[in-house]
Each structure stands twice: as C-alpha cells, then as structure tokens.
C-alpha cells in the first residue's frame, strides 16, 4: 500500500495516484470469486473475449470457473451461439453475464439488420444484469446521414429489449460505421430513450482520437455511459493493426490507472470489462495479470481518497 502522510504530503499523493504514477505495492492476497470490485471500487469487473485467441482453447465452463477462481465479477458473451450454455456455467459457477455482444447492420441490401435469434434469448436475459452492446456497421465510418436509419433499428430493439428489461449499449468500433466515442453518444441522444446508451471503449478510442483528452468525452456521455471496456495499451501507435492497442492489463504506456480515476471523479458506477481480444497465449495468464493490475489501480484510488479525507 502507498504509505502517505498527513498535510502536504497526503496532497502530494493525491495528485500523484489520480495522475497515475507508479510505486511498487505489494500483493494484497486474492479476492473470493465475484469479487473483484468489493471495498476498493463501486463498478463491477468482467472479461470478455478471453477465449477467442486462448490457446488452452478452454470451453465454457473451464472459461466460468477461471474467472471465479481469479475473483472476476463475470464475462461478456460474443454473439447469440451457446448463450443458455454461457448463462448456466456463469451461473454454476456464482457470475454474472455483463453484456452480449450483437451487430446491427445499416445496409439497405443486408437479408436483415440483426440477429433474427434474439427474439428467444432476451427473454433469458430477464432479472439479470445483462445488457446489449451494439455494434453497427454497414455504412461509411461517422457518416451522419445514416443516422436516421441507425436511429430506427435502435428504438425498434430497445422496444424489442425492453420487455425483458434488457438495456442497450452502442459499442462504438474503429473502422465501422459507430467508429468513435463521439457517434455513440450522438446517436444515444438522438435515439432518446433511458434505456440506450454508450459504451466507451479504450482500445477503439485510442486508433480513432488522437487528441487523448477522454475527460470531455466522460462527461458528455454522463448519465447514458452504461459501461466501459479497458486493458494495457501504449500512448501512440502510428503502425496498423492491434499489437500495441490491445495489451494486458498494466502493460503499455498509456495510463490506464489515471483513466480510471477520471470515471471515479465522474461519478461512474457502472460495469468495466476486461478487452481481452487478440492477445495470444494462455488466457490464465492474461486474466491472471491484468486482475493484479486492476487492484493495484483500485488500491492506489483508494489510497488517493484516502488521503484526501485526511
């Protein structure tokens, strides 16, 4: 733990853990299963895409068990295939499913614009705490004049959601149509309903903004940003493709930590996922390392607060 001293001192750390730098700590022991946020930060803590490049090619409930075992909250779910399997096992093992993962397509010549199968899995969705996260493509990246359409499809399945009590987050993809953070929550607003809104997404935001002020941006999406998905990244990547975008939890030059004291000041409460997609290797590991770094941010966050209430 930071040690921190009273007056000046407690100022100094304050500034110096929200701006996210970097002591030694050592290891608190392991949380019980599902408990990954307790005492340290309000928002619950998932993974999601943790098996699409594992190389142990682990299975649904070897995946559930995993995560309980690392003291994850539960998991993101990608697409409609093996979704009752995926709400058994989470369940087996004391999870919860945080989002299913869905794309909706603005193309007029598209044989339809999303998956005809959630029809029957929103109702299993029902009393949990599962929301939709929205991917939607089928158009130029950002371009507006489609957004009378994707505004369209969006109240048609808020509507269809709502009866299972079923939210919706636009998931905000670099090189889709719902490119950037600032698409998300436009479109979140022109759609105007309370059950609709944004997901911020760090590795997306990183490829699209260059600017990396995400402060506006937090608290433009305000009460609409219903969660958030992070993992270690570097600053810059002038080269294409992921390598440097998507890195474990605590890798990477880029601040995660002070990203994450920025949704706390912001007053966000809601589910933080882990993006695990892409990094190659035994997903034990990856998930092993980036829960160590998620409580190394939440007990210099606490810490911070800590020695602001001194």
């Keep these: 733990m930071l040690r921190i001293a009273l007056g000046a001192v407690a100022a100094a750390a304050l500034g110096f853990a929200f701006a996210g730098g970097c002591r030694a700590h050592p290891e608190p022991p392991p949380p019980a299963k599902g408990e990954a946020s307790a005492a340290a ?23 559930a068990r995993l995560l309980a075992e690392l003291g994850y909250d ?4 990608l697409w409609l ?27 007029p010549a598209a ?3 999303y998956d005809p199968r959630l029809e029957d899995v929103l109702p299993l969705l ?5 929301m939709l996260a929205a991917i939607i493509a089928g158009a130029p990246p950002s371009d507006e004049t489609q957004d009378p359409r994707a505004v369209a499809l969006l109240r048609e399945l808020a509507a269809l959601a709502a009866g299972s009590g079923v939210r919706i ?16 929550i436009r479109v979140a607003d022109k759609v105007d309903r309370p059950d ?6 760090l590795c997306h935001w990183l490829r699209t903004d260059k600017s990396r002020d995400y402060a506006p941006l937090i608290a433009r999406a305000g009460k609409r940003l219903f969660a958030v998905s992070i993992n270690g990244a570097d600053e810059r990547d002038p080269q294409e493709g992921w390598q440097r975008y998507l890195q474990i939890l605590g890798r990477g ?22 993006q695990c997609y892409g990094i190659e290797g035994d997903a034990r590991d990856t998930l092993t390392a980036s829960m160590e770094a998620w409580r190394r941010y939440a007990a210099d966050i606490a810490a911070a607060k800590r020695a602001a209430d001194l």
């Design 41 to 63: 930060l309000p928002n619950k803590f998932f993974a999601f895409c943790m098996d699409t490049h594992d190389s142990k090619k682990r299975g649904l409930a070897e995946q």
């Design 74 to 77: 539960g998991a993101g779910h």
């Design 81 to 107: 295939d093996q979704v009752p399997e995926r709400l058994a096992t989470l369940d087996a093992a004391g999870l919860a499913l945080f989002q299913i993962y869905i794309r909706l397509d603005l193309d």
């Design 111 to 113: 044989p339809r614009p």
């Design 126 to 130: 029902r009393g949990r705490p599962t």
């Design 169 to 184: 987050a636009l998931y905000h993809h670099a090189g889709d149509w719902l490119a950037r953070v600032e698409d998300a």
């Design 196 to 201: 609709v809104g944004v997901m911020f997404n």
């Design 253 to 274: 030059s880029f601040d995660t930590r002070a990203f994450l004291a920025a949704l706390l000041r912001s007053g966000f409460t809601g589910p933080i996922g882990l």
